[in-house]
């Protein structure tokens, strides 16, 4: 169903592309948009158990997106350096692939929040006076991941390689 990458070298393991996806912040989400465009937005976000959670506002083009196709892509980019000698770019970057569903039960819903607010917000005091506050103004997205994979510049790989 999905592709295989064609340079295997540059793979990572699912390992290392979910600790990429634990340690970063923000990504971008791509969806089936107004009219089949495509429409990709940054999002902050966090993996739990195989799954992405967002947050958003109830109404808006990526929920209108969803709920007309809950297909989805999720890419995050862990380096990005410029190599302007070498004509290259040394990256990493993750992409998943996998269906996003509305939570609507009051304690799936509970979850994911606190989960964002383990990540964004650990030390906040009153996270569950703001939790209580926000969770009927809010929508909350799993993206249930079918498809992951990371990839490397291949002068990365060669480094690894070296130690």
């Given amino acids: 169903m999905f592709r295989e990458m064609?340079?295997?070298?540059q793979l990572l393991s699912e390992a290392e592309s979910i600790a990429i996806l634990k340690k970063?912040?923000?990504?971008?989400?791509?969806?089936?948009?107004?009219?089949?465009y495509p429409y990709a937005v940054p999002?902050?976000?966090?993996?739990?158990?195989?799954?992405?959670y967002f947050h958003s506002a109830v109404n808006g083009h990526k929920i209108d997106a969803l709920k007309r196709n809950p297909k989805a892509s999720f890419c995050v980019i862990?380096?990005?350096?410029i190599m302007p000698?070498?004509?290259?770019?040394y990256f990493r970057s993750v992409i998943v692939f996998g269906k996003a569903r509305m939570l609507t039960d009051e304690r799936e819903m509970r979850e994911a929040l606190e989960w964002l607010s383990d990540?964004?917000?650990?030390?906040?005091?009153g996270r569950q006076e703001e939790i209580d506050k926000n969770i009927r103004h809010v929508c909350l997205i799993e993206l249930d991941i079918e498809h992951i994979s990371g990839k490397e510049a291949?002068?990365?790989v060669k480094i690894r390689q070296q130690k």
Avoid at 6 to 9: E, F, G, P
């Fill in 43 to 52: 999002l902050s976000y966090v993996y739990h158990d195989h799954k992405l």
């Fill in 24 to 36: 970063l912040t923000s990504g971008v989400l791509a969806v089936t948009g107004d009219d089949d």
């Fill in 78 to 81: 862990d380096k990005d350096q």
């Fill in 119 to 125: 990540k964004y917000s650990p030390h906040a005091l």
């Fill in 85 to 89: 000698d070498e004509f290259t770019t």
């Fill in 154 to 156: 291949i002068e990365l």
């Fill in 6 to 9: 064609r340079r295997k070298k």
